[in-house]
């Protein structure tokens, strides 16, 4: 467990370099996917989905 924290605070740093610091859910998906690679791919899917509507709706109100 505490790789995994370690692992998250490392990504957390980096992605605070680029101004883009995990929020609190993205933490907990990381902690909830780990070693789990089917859900990985099935939290990835949902991502991409939900990310995309929000995507072409905003498009679409230009």
Do not use: F, Y
């Not at 990504?11 to 883009?20: D, K, Q, R, Y």
């Not at 993205?26 to 690679?37: L, Q």
Request: glycine share 4%.
């Amino acid at each position: 467990m505490r790789n995994l924290e370690k692992l998250i605070n490392e990504v957390n740093g980096s992605m605070a370099m680029e101004g883009m610091p995990l929020t609190q859910a993205d933490k907990d998906r990381i902690r909830r996917c780990a070693g789990n690679d089917k859900l990985v791919e099935e939290t990835i899917a949902v991502l991409i989905r939900k990310h995309k509507a929000v995507r072409a709706d905003s498009h679409e109100q230009q």
